[in-house]
């Protein structure tokens, strides 16, 4: 898939207008997060590095979001939403659970680890979690469908939109104050933001997406 | 990192931060616990912190408790989803039924100035007749409240808040003339206004609290988008930035990092409220107490102040303290433009139809809807993608690709007065030991008639419009009411007109709880101009020697 954007970066605009010091220090703090577990053991790391790498296959030739160790970090600080399905057990206990019971899952199917599978086995067990069909004593009173949805895909995904990289791939402007926009109306682009690549003119998106700043 | 603000409070030492300048202090009044003041206060958000404002400058001392932080937004506020986390409600609550509700950024703030610092801007007056559901439309309740009196408060909170709103507004009685003029529309509302016009009903610049003009030290809006995760440039009208400020110069006390445990009773009449600040429990004497922690805390605090005398709970003779909780069907149909929308740009609502909230004809379903553009953040759309369609994997992300292509119009919608819908007390504790909320949520028929009318006739809009991929959002919803309704009757409400409770004298409900009705607007104009209306109903009574 060609690049929509090719070229653009948000972290470009980091010293500039559009990011003020809390903002600098919270992304700074986000980009330094190192690619290891703090939270979970080594099994649970593992079959998460896997599920991360199945729900948000991220582009070879770039440095790779380190989702899981973000979803880590959310549960070492704790960081709750506010509210849970009483289903649920706590965010803690349940990710524990949850990836204890997929990799048993995995062993019980397929006589093998959840991240040593194949990628199609893979996505054909997070399936079944996401449509609620794995069950039985690993997932103990867990609901997997509920877990996947209210847990699984909504903290990993939050993790990977939360990077500068998936802004850029996406075109979203990113930070933005205190420098705001100014140009509101359809089909108009202020000069730091970015620039879509129409059929043609991948190169001139490409000298537009080399001078935001 | 910038989180300073919630580790040690702020109100305090005969000082309260200044929100509008970097550093700034201002000074601020303060009680001892053991002087009995006319009022104590548990919340600052739209209802409490508007009402600490009137009872001050009217005269009262005040000491208003909320158990979240004192931010100064220019100094401290990022552009970023994540970290403004800090501004959310975010200690644990359980939802069941049959449409668990999502609470935290959703609709739960936990600050100075309550949901307001984090809210969509989006203010506006609620029908008339939906105060006489019952009576004019054959649903729901009844509000002890004249929709003409509200009509005059509401022109005070449009004062208070230098609303940026239309020259005409099209639905409604005649208002008076905003203060402000009308925000540029976004691409994003254009498509909302196209649409309209496809299908031949009115649409306008949504009225939003946030200035088109320089106001004080507040500049106008730049656009930038993050709204609800909190504005960095107090362009936006919070309470944060308009009432706290004015009831502290008028002698309020604010206690910031306060949280409010249980309220004490004596013979029958509320004498105060335990708080927890810097690590100990403390109390405040006081003569009267307005709890106005919202649809979730308010009946929380009330149920977990259960004594002796009062064993189901506070103002809860009727046994109503917790039901008619009512939360706003939020769901959306969206769709792909041909044309750069880039939606993130500017407030996200910049227009709005009230159409199907002001005609009552052509419906199958009792209440009304109102609907408007969107643009939420990228985190906010992956879990829509993710929540409603189930997306992930490379689907998920060929799908964020279109962002910068895609509209959405969205709908904040009535729901009946279920009395299971309900608040109720967990086993699970906090971490102040005290019993955590359980929320219960199930939609009926009607709400659900209601969201599919909505659903088919704004993809029918988008469609006419020429918009593609379209598909509906079933299941969201959002603000939050009930839980302590308002009415004549003591048998079957929980509080007066007056917001005063039936059951304890000086005891007070001012925030979302007291709604009979949700009506088909977002509540936070609404829950404003009943606290002014508190506000002045205390002073008269006070006045005749009736407090």
Redesign the interface.
């Known amino acids: 898939m060609p690049e929509r954007y090719p070229g653009y970066d948000v972290l470009a605009k980091r010293d500039g207008l559009s990011w003020n010091e809390p903002t600098r220090s919270a992304i700074a703090a986000r980009l330094a997060i190192a690619d290891e577990p703090r939270f979970f053991d080594i099994e649970a790391w593992q079959t998460l590095k896997a599920v991360c790498d199945r729900m948000v296959p991220q582009p070879a030739g770039r440095a790779q979001v380190p989702i899981a160790a973000m979803v880590d970090r959310k549960l070492a600080d704790d960081a709750r939403d506010g509210f849970r399905p009483a289903s649920l057990p706590p965010q803690r206990e349940a990710w524990r659970r949850g990836l204890a019971a997929l990799d048993a899952t995995a062993r019980a199917q397929h006589e093998a680890r959840f991240h040593t599978l194949a990628a199609a086995d893979q996505d054909r067990l997070l399936k079944a979690m996401q449509q609620g069909k794995l069950d039985g004593p690993d997932w103990n009173d867990l609901p997997a469908a509920t877990f996947f949805g209210a847990r699984l895909a909504s903290d990993i995904l939050s993790a990977y939109y939360s990077h500068p990289l998936a802004w850029s791939e996406m075109g979203f402007g990113g930070p933005a104050s205190p420098r705001g926009y100014v140009r509101m109306g359809a089909n108009r682009r202020d000069p730091w933001e970015a620039a879509e690549a129409k059929p043609g003119s991948e190169a001139e998106a490409r000298r537009e997406n080399d001078r935001v700043r | ?2 989180d300073e603000a919630l580790r040690k409070p702020r109100g305090k030492g005969g000082r309260a931060p200044d929100p509008m300048r970097v550093g700034g202090w201002v000074p601020m009044r303060e009680y001892p616990g053991d002087e009995e003041v006319d009022f104590a206060i548990v919340g600052t958000g739209a209802g409490g912190g508007t009402l600490a404002c009137k009872l001050a400058e009217a005269g009262f001392s005040v000491v208003a408790f909320d158990a979240g932080a004192w931010w100064r937004p220019l ?9 403004q ?1 800090k501004l ?9 039924g049959a449409n ?6 959703n609709n ?1 703030g936990r600050a100075i100035g309550g949901s307001t610092v984090h809210f969509a801007m989006v203010s506006l007056r609620m029908r008339p007749e939906r105060l006489n559901s019952r009576s004019k439309l054959g649903y729901g309740a009844d509000w002890p409240l004249d929709w003409r009196e509200m009509w005059n408060y509401y022109t005070e909170v449009e004062r208070a808040l230098a609303i940026a709103g239309p020259v005409n507004y099209p639905w409604g009685p005649p208002r008076p003339r905003y203060p402000y003029r009308a925000h ?4 994003a509302g ?1 498509v909302l206004a196209r649409s309209c016009e496809a299908m031949g009903i009115d649409w306008s610049e949504t009225p939003l609290a946030t200035v088109s003009a320089p106001r004080g030290r507040s500049h106008p ?6 709204c609800v995760t909190g504005c ?2 107090n362009a936006k009208q919070s309470v944060l930035i308009t009432w706290i400020p004015r009831a502290v110069k008028a002698g309020a006390e604010i206690r910031d990092l306060a949280m409010v445990g249980r309220i004490e009773t004596n013979a029958g009449r509320a004498t105060g409220v335990h708080y927890y600040r810097e690590g100990q429990w403390r109390f405040q004497r006081a003569r009267n107490v307005v709890v106005a922690g919202y649809a979730i805390e308010t009946p929380r605090l009330l149920l977990n102040s259960a004594n002796a005398q009062f064993p189901d709970g506070l103002a809860n003779r009727s046994g109503l303290v917790g039901k008619y909780l009512m939360a706003q069907t939020n769901q959306a149909a969206w769709g792909v ?1 041909e ?4 939606w ?3 407030p996200p609502s910049l227009a709005i139809t009230e159409h199907w909230n002001y005609t009552d004809t052509g419906k199958d379903f009792f209440g009304g809807y109102a609907y408007m553009s969107q643009g939420p ?3 906010a ?3 829509t993608l ?2 409603n369609r ?1 997306l ?3 689907a ?3 799908e ?2 279109k ?2 292509h895609q509209a959405g119009l969205k709908i904040v919608g009535e729901v009946l007065p279920q009395e299971a819908n309900r608040v109720t007390l967990a086993d699970e504790k906090d971490q102040y030991g005290l019993p955590i909320a ?2 219960t949520y199930s939609l009926c028929d009607n709400d659900q008639a209601l969201v599919k009318h909505a659903l088919d006739f704004m993809s029918k809009s988008l469609d006419a419009i020429g918009a593609t991929d379209i598909w509906t959002e079933d299941d969201d919803t959002c603000h939050l009411a009930g839980t302590a309704r308002m009415g004549d009757d003591p048998t079957t409400s929980v509080v007066n007109a007056d917001c005063r409770s039936w059951d304890i004298p000086n005891l007070w409900i001012c925030d979302g709880s007291v709604f009979p009705t949700v009506g088909a607007v977002n509540p936070s104009l609404t829950i404003q101009a009943i606290a002014c209306r508190t506000g002045d109903r205390i002073k008269e009574l006070a006045s005749q020697g009736t407090l």
Request: proline share 3%; with cysteine; aromatic share 14%.
């Open positions: 990192m910038f100094e401290e506020f990022a552009s970023d989803e994540t970290h986390g959310y409600w975010t200690d644990e609550r359980l939802c069941d668990p509700l999502k609470l935290g950024a739960s540029e529309i976004n691409a254009l809006c730049v656009y930038r988008g993050f960095s440039t433009m044309d750069e929308i880039r993130y740009k500017g953040l990228p985190q759309w992956a879990s993710s929540g189930g992930w994997g490379e998920l992300m060929r964020m690709e962002y910068n359980r929320v």
